[in-house]
C-alpha cells in the first residue's frame, strides 16, 4: 500500500532538500526576450484622443442650474427624474420626493431613503417611520400636518452612507425644495441632513437639541433643529430621553410663531 502524501510531508520533504528559499511568487519565462516587447510598443500607433466635445458625458451635470429653474413642486420632481448626475437613481427603485401637507410650517429633512421607502417611493415608512409618527403625536403634530422629505432621493446600495459626491450633487435639490416649501421651522433628522444643510462638521451628538439660522439663497433665516434619527433611536433606546427634550423644545418654538 502506498504511503498517503500529505501537505505537511511534503513540506518537510522540501524543506529537508535544500529547498529553503523562494525566489518569486509566479512562474517566470526565462526564455522571454524584454526586447522584444519594447520593439512591438514602438511600431503600435498611439490612441487618439477624442476632443472634448466628442466624447459623451450626461449633458444635465449642474444641478443648481436645474432646480433653480423649478418654480413648483412638480417641476422640481420632474427635473429630478431626468436628472444624470447622481447613479443612486439608476439602483433604486423609485424615486423618494416628499410627503405630507406642501403648505406645512414644519419641514422635516432625512439623509436618504431605506428598503421601505424605496419599495414605496415614501419617505420615513416602515419601523422608522413608525417611530416618527409616534415622536410627531407626542407634541401634537400629526404626519399629514407636515412636510416630509430627504437629501438624497434615492436609496444608496445596501443603505450604505451617502458619498460626498452624492451628496453635492443632489444637494441643490433639496435647497430649491426647502425654498419651494417654505416652512417657518426645519426639523434637521439625523447627523447627514444637519451637517450638509447647517454646513457644519460635528456630529449629531453636538448638534441635537441646538437651535441654528438655516439661510436661504434671498439671506433670510429659517430656525433649524437637529434631532436624532428614528432608525438611531430605534438601536440606541437610551436616546430617548433627550429626543423627547428636543420634541419639546420643537413644540414650545411652533407655539411661539
Not at 420632474?78 to 439602483?91: A, Q, R, V
Not at 419599495?119 to 416618527?132: A, M
Not at 401634537?140 to 436609496?155: D, F, M
Request: charged content about 25%.
Amino acid at each position: 500500500m502506498k504511503e498517503k502524501i500529505t501537505s505537511l510531508k511534503l513540506s518537510k520533504w522540501i524543506v529537508e532538500s535544500g529547498q529553503d528559499e523562494l525566489l518569486s511568487e509566479s512562474p517566470q519565462n526565462r526564455f522571454f526576450d524584454p526586447d522584444s516587447e519594447s520593439k512591438v510598443l514602438e511600431v503600435v500607433p498611439s490612441r487618439k484622443i477624442a476632443p472634448q466635445d466628442k466624447i459623451d458625458s450626461p449633458k444635465n451635470i449642474n444641478s443648481t442650474e436645474i432646480a433653480n429653474m423649478a418654480s413648483t413642486l412638480v417641476e422640481l420632481r420632474e427635473s429630478m427624474i431626468n436628472y444624470d448626475g447622481c447613479s443612486l437613481k439608476h439602483t433604486a427603485m423609485n424615486i423618494v420626493f416628499g410627503d405630507g401637507d406642501e403648505k406645512s410650517d414644519v419641514m422635516l429633512i432625512g439623509e436618504a431613503p431605506g428598503a421601505d421607502e424605496d419599495r414605496e417611493g415614501i419617505p420615513f415608512v416602515g419601523l422608522s417611520g413608525k417611530l416618527l409618527n409616534k415622536m410627531l403625536s407626542s407634541v401634537g403634530l400629526s404626519r399629514s400636518e407636515v412636510y416630509i422629505t430627504n437629501i438624497i432621493p434615492w436609496r444608496p446600495p445596501g443603505n450604505r452612507q451617502p458619498t460626498i459626491q452624492e451628496t453635492a450633487a443632489c444637494l441643490p435639490f433639496i435647497q430649491r425644495h426647502i425654498e419651494l416649501i417654505n416652512p417657518k421651522v426645519l426639523i434637521l433628522v439625523g447627523g447627514t441632513a444637519s451637517k450638509t444643510l447647517l454646513v457644519r462638521k460635528e456630529g449629531i451628538m453636538r448638534l441635537r437639541g441646538r437651535w441654528f439660522d438655516y439661510q436661504k439663497s434671498d439671506k433670510t433665516v429659517i430656525p433649524a433643529l437637529s434631532i436624532f434619527h428614528p432608525a438611531f433611536l430605534l438601536r440606541s433606546p437610551a436616546q430617548k430621553v433627550n429626543a423627547w427634550k428636543d420634541l419639546l423644545a420643537i413644540r414650545s418654538r411652533l407655539k411661539n410663531l
